[in-house]
């Protein structure tokens, strides 16, 4: 098979050669790199993000030492932990539980992954949707298995970071497998964080497996720093009466890519997915969800809200697929933008496939500026216009913050919400508005 636009010859090497089955992951997956091709202007699916990715050989560089004495960036909120360290297993900076309900391991722990599992993590190599899946799995070093036990309740969270201490550009590949049994319920934290000098490549790829009568939520961070170019797949298998809660939380770069593929397997099941996305400068977010109801009497809920300043551009492609025996379905789902410069671009595209008669669904999306009457009303009560502009932009957030299942992930949030509305405000004249 001939590829003209293919992935830069740095990126197909695979990452680890001998007898290991890690090693087995990476030689399949370079094979199938090698055919397919680098997302440009005419991939319908990546025609907003695709000139953003320029893959220079620096970014191919993976794994470079842990110096202990570098600038760590953990935001510790509780509970269990696993640390990953420019793409390592960072044994000192996690916390492991001892108990059967619940296991961690990094891959680089296991001798084997076993079948079922080699097969989940294959699952997703040669997608030509999201070809840096493929990518993750060519140079993926290490990674890791959360398993919780049926019926087993963990009450404190599980967090997972990948944390990037080195000067040096380069690349850093993430994968996560969470194997939720049957009646359980867990929280898994998702944190990728940084310097914010770094050029950094970061390919995550995050599998969940939902049991039935499962419940699992989610929550992913993206906090990587401005110049780095961030590209995510999230995978949901949900079975009868399950439950997944998402909350994909994210500040822009210079590319942020996530991908949502949800799949309802069997009846009864739910989700609830929300996203926050901001952006400013010239970054550049992308938010893909794609939501498959194949069993009927299943119900999603999507909302997601995004602020745009400076330059930036931010993208929404949401879609609702509902197959032909998915009778008795409920989905619905929204999408509102806030523009706060007149230079800031955003595009949004929601979409619904219906091939079933009985079920109720609806869309909607909306771009806007700040509401010039409630500014106003704010102003003439003594209020300065950018303080003003400020809380009117937090309100817009915050019915979405306040669901987060967790303080400490709301307070950093919120922090890094306020320092993101300062900077906005205070290098701009005038608040940009329109009526509501």
């Known amino acids: 098979m001939s590829v003209t636009n293919r992935f830069p010859d740095p990126f197909l090497t695979p990452q680890a050669t001998g007898g290991t089955w890690l090693a087995d992951i990476n030689g399949k997956a370079s094979r199938a790199l090698a055919d397919l091709a680098l997302p440009d202007r005419k991939t319908e699916n990546w025609k907003y993000s695709s000139r953003y990715i320029a893959l220079d050989d620096a970014l191919a560089r993976t794994n470079s030492p842990i110096q202990a004495t570098e600038e760590r960036h953990l935001v510790d909120v509780g509970g269990y932990r696993i640390v990953f360290t420019n793409g390592k297993y960072d044994q000192a900076a996690s916390r492991l539980p001892d108990s059967d309900e619940l296991t961690i391991r990094p891959f680089s722990a296991m001798d084997s992954l076993g079948p079922e599992l080699a097969d989940t993590l294959n699952s997703v190599t040669g997608n030509t949707e999201f070809p840096f899946a493929t990518l993750n799995a060519t140079k993926l070093a290490d990674g890791v298995l959360v398993r919780i036990a049926p019926n087993s309740r963990i009450a404190e969270p599980v967090q997972v970071i990948y944390d990037h201490c080195t000067a040096t550009p380069g690349s850093a590949h993430a994968r996560i497998l969470v194997e939720a049994g049957a009646g359980c319920e867990a929280t898994i934290i998702e944190e990728y964080t940084g310097p914010s000098d770094l050029s950094l490549l970061t390919s995550a790829v995050t599998q969940f497996y939902v049991a039935d009568q499962a419940k699992v939520t989610n929550i992913r961070l993206c906090m990587e720093p401005e110049d780095t170019r961030h590209v995510g797949l999230t995978t949901v298998e949900q079975h009868r009466d399950s439950q997944f809660h998402a909350h994909n939380i994210g500040f822009g770069g210079k590319l942020r890519r996530h991908d949502l593929n949800l799949k309802f397997h069997q009846p009864g099941g739910f989700s609830l997915v929300n996203g926050i996305y901001l952006t400013c400068n010239s970054q550049h977010y992308d938010n893909h969800t ?21 330059h930036s551009h931010a993208v929404f492609n949401g879609q609702i697929l509902i197959y032909r025996d998915a009778q008795k379905t409920l989905a619905n789902m929204s999408n509102k933008n806030l523009l706060l410069s007149s230079e800031a671009q955003i595009d949004t595209k929601p979409e619904l496939e219906i091939y079933a008669d009985d079920v109720k669904c609806s869309h909607g999306a909306t771009i806007g500026q700040l509401d010039d009457d409630a500014l106003f009303y704010l102003v003439s009560r003594g209020i300065p216009s950018d303080t003003a502009a400020s809380m009117l932009s937090m309100g817009f957030i915050n019915e979405l913050l306040e669901q987060v299942p967790n303080e400490k992930v709301r307070e950093l949030v919120t922090e890094r919400l306020v320092e993101f509305l300062s900077q906005s405000f205070a290098t701009s004249s005038e608040p940009v508005t329109g009526r509501s």
């Open 290 to 310: 794609r939501m498959e109801h194949i069993a009927p009497n299943c119900e999603s809920s999507e909302t997601y809200r995004g602020i745009a300043d400076g």
